[in-house]
């Protein structure tokens, strides 16, 4: 059993043991994949968690009712999976309809959105997915949802900026992830005093409406943990900077490779974490080349096109890099 091991995914763990029905089991499972610390100690742990997931969703489903589809997995696609949250009204199913092809159901009452809905959104030569999910609510949201923002790459806050009180509506929001021990904040990552810190980005959302622009500063200022971005999504107004802001919230770059004596594939780059170093990109394009790594050729953010470099090297976003082995 791999070290360190926290207290959530331990607990996920044995509900997983006690569940009786594939919707438990593959609850369990969700939780475990979602808390288990991610390092090279438990990828052997990730794999199986994913098998077991897997291999439940191609269970034959029972005839008559079942709850499986509202605890549908959203396969991750794309440079990194963002889930939309946010309280009723709040503006998410608009931002995902403008930003990718999906279709949900957009509405001036509340509950519109009852099952998860993800779809594609572009950002330069990449995609990012964006999963609109049901609206908070102490009443209505179940737990499957608090799963879903668990297992994201990056949670996108919404807050209806034409609300009478918008911090109100926040500080609403954070208290009820709060309470499913789920905290936010620019950087994310990892456990802090029981509590799951995910990544996050704040969107404040119908800046188009009176008063709006001075409610999203008050927002900046006392809600600095998190960075900001505002849209009026159903006229237009922000949407670009809201792709690059997703992008940046992500923390990931873009790497292309060569081969030696060829031209630069420009077409699919690999994506990382920000951080990764040539070794990295190797390991990502195959396990055999990352071990019989000798040295790299970079160009880009290398002092001279194609330097040579060794395996420890930083990468940066749009580097190109042409690993020898």
Not at 66 to 72: E, F, G, H, P, Y
Not at 108 to 120: A, E, Q, V
Not at 135 to 163: C, F, K, M, Q
Request: contains cysteine; aromatic residues 6%.
């Amino acid at each position: 059993m791999p070290a360190n091991l926290t207290p959530e995914y331990l607990a996920a763990e044995e509900r997983y043991r006690r569940a009786r029905t594939p919707e438990e089991k593959l609850a369990a499972l969700r939780e475990m994949l979602a808390t288990v610390p991610k390092h090279k100690g438990t990828e052997r742990l990730q794999a199986e968690i994913k098998r077991k997931i897997a291999q439940l969703r191609q269970q034959p489903k029972k005839k008559g009712p079942s709850r499986s589809a509202t605890l549908d997995y959203i396969e991750p696609e794309g440079a990194g999976q963002v889930a939309l949250v946010g309280l009723p009204n709040s503006g998410k199913s608009t931002i995902l309809a403008r930003l990718t092809n999906a279709k949900p159901e957009v509405a001036d009452y509340p509950f519109s959105t009852l099952r998860p809905l993800p779809g594609m959104m572009d950002f330069e030569d990449i995609q990012i997915q964006l999963v609109d999910l049901p609206p908070l609510s102490r009443e209505y949201t179940e737990g499957w949802v608090y799963a879903h923002i668990r297992n994201a790459d990056l949670v996108l806050l919404t807050v209806d900026l034409g609300a009478e009180e918008p911090e109100l509506e926040l500080l609403e929001t954070l208290k009820l992830l709060e309470e499913a021990k789920i905290k936010l904040d620019s950087t994310g990552g990892g456990f802090r005093e029981g509590f799951m810190v995910k990544r996050a980005l704040g969107c404040g959302t119908k800046l188009d409406l009176p008063g709006a622009p001075e409610r999203l500063r008050r927002l900046q200022e006392e809600h600095g943990e998190l960075r900001w971005v505002g849209v009026a999504a159903a006229e237009g107004r922000g949407l670009e900077e809201l792709r690059r802001a997703l992008f940046e919230a992500l923390d990931v770059i873009r790497v292309y490779t060569k081969e030696p004596g060829k031209k630069p594939d420009m077409e699919k780059p690999y994506i990382l974490p920000r951080g990764s170093t040539v070794l990295d990109v190797a390991r990502a394009i195959h396990q055999e080349l990352a071990e019989n790594f000798r040295y790299a050729r970079l160009w880009g953010s290398s002092r001279f096109a194609g330097q040579q470099v060794p395996r420890d090297h930083p990468v940066q976003d749009k580097d190109i890099v042409e690993i020898h082995a």
